[in-house]
């Protein structure tokens, strides 16, 4: 990925939906600088989900022409090419894709492979685990845990190794607390390390008040203005 350029640059997106005669996605332009802290909210069916699967590269959604990801434009990408983009990229959809009939550990160590950095996978995905205070789920196989595990899984799988950009889906807000506060914590320890993170939800999260907030609203995409913050002496806010 060329690192001058930002991580996503989409221009006047439209994506139609002939069953229902009308747009999902109407005239969306979005521009995630490297590095950025981006969440995008919207009820359901306002399509979060199909813009998500836009900019991951991982869904089946057709591509629109005026998209940019990583400095490559993709009207003018092969095959070769999406998939040495998909490298840089860790996401995860609202119900994560695993591997179910092997173990947590033996899916963590797959985005390292697709990488090709398979001698730092059993260290990293060990690490997370470890951190996360999830080691008790190493050897057990996929489809013995149970959802919120599963989740959890697919939120570690996009950001294990730090990659250049983070997408989540709706995923976050679907966990217990005592699963999404370690989660979010080292979410934003992959933000500060450098990662560029785009959250897709119904609501903002608390970290979205120091980054950019946008709202899809009946297939158009709005961004918000940010409070301002006032720091106050003794750090408080």
Same mark, same amino acid.
Request: charged letters at 30%.
């Given at each position: 990925?060329?690192?001058?350029?930002?991580?996503? @640059?989409?221009?006047?997106?439209?994506?139609?939906?002939?069953?229902?005669?009308?747009?999902?996605?109407?005239?969306?332009?979005?521009?995630?600088?490297?590095?950025?802290?981006?969440?995008?909210?919207?009820?359901?069916?306002?399509?979060? @989900?199909?813009?998500?699967?836009?900019?991951?590269?991982?869904?089946?959604?057709?591509?629109?022409?005026?998209?940019?990801?990583?400095?490559?434009?993709?009207?003018?990408?092969?095959?070769?090419?999406?998939?040495?983009?998909?490298?840089?990229?860790?996401?995860?959809?609202?119900?994560?894709?695993?591997?179910?009939?092997?173990?947590?550990?033996?899916?963590?160590?797959?985005?390292?492979?697709?990488?090709?950095?398979?001698?730092?996978?059993?260290?990293?995905?060990?690490?997370?685990?470890?951190?996360?205070?999830?080691?008790?789920?190493?050897?057990?196989?996929?489809?013995?845990?149970?959802?919120?595990?599963?989740?959890?899984?697919?939120?570690?799988?996009?950001?294990?190794?730090?990659?250049?950009?983070?997408?989540?889906?709706?995923?976050?807000?679907?966990?217990?607390?005592?699963?999404?506060?370690?989660?979010?914590?080292?979410?934003?320890?992959?933000?500060?390390?450098?990662? @560029?993170?785009?959250?897709?939800?119904?609501?903002?999260?608390?970290?979205?008040?120091?980054?950019?907030?946008?709202?899809?609203?009946?297939?158009?995409?709005?961004?918000?203005?940010?409070?301002?913050?006032?720091?106050?002496?003794?750090?408080?806010?």
């Amino acid at each position: 990925m060329r690192k001058d350029a930002p991580i996503i @640059s989409c221009f006047h997106v439209n994506v139609e939906d002939p069953r229902r005669g009308m747009r999902v996605l109407n005239d969306i332009s979005l521009e995630v600088a490297r590095g950025a802290w981006v969440e995008i909210v919207g009820p359901s069916a306002s399509g979060k @989900s199909l813009l998500f699967s836009i900019l991951s590269l991982r869904g089946r959604a057709a591509r629109p022409s005026k998209l940019v990801i990583g400095g490559r434009n993709l009207d003018k990408a092969d095959a070769a090419d999406i998939a040495e983009l998909r490298r840089h990229i860790g996401s995860c959809a609202e119900t994560p894709q695993l591997l179910r009939d092997r173990t947590v550990i033996e899916n963590l160590v797959v985005p390292f492979v697709v990488r090709h950095e398979p001698r730092m996978a059993l260290s990293h995905a060990e690490g997370l685990l470890e951190r996360l205070d999830l080691e008790y789920l190493r050897d057990i196989r996929v489809e013995e845990c149970s959802r919120q595990e599963r989740l959890c899984l697919g939120v570690m799988l996009a950001m294990i190794g730090e990659p250049e950009l983070i997408l989540l889906d709706s995923l976050l807000e679907q966990l217990e607390p005592r699963f999404a506060k370690p989660l979010m914590n080292e979410l934003r320890a992959c933000h500060l390390s450098g990662s @560029s993170v785009v959250l897709f939800g119904r609501e903002f999260s608390e970290n979205a008040r120091r980054g950019e907030r946008y709202r899809l609203d009946e297939g158009a995409l709005i961004q918000i203005e940010q409070p301002v913050i006032v720091e106050l002496a003794g750090g408080a806010q």
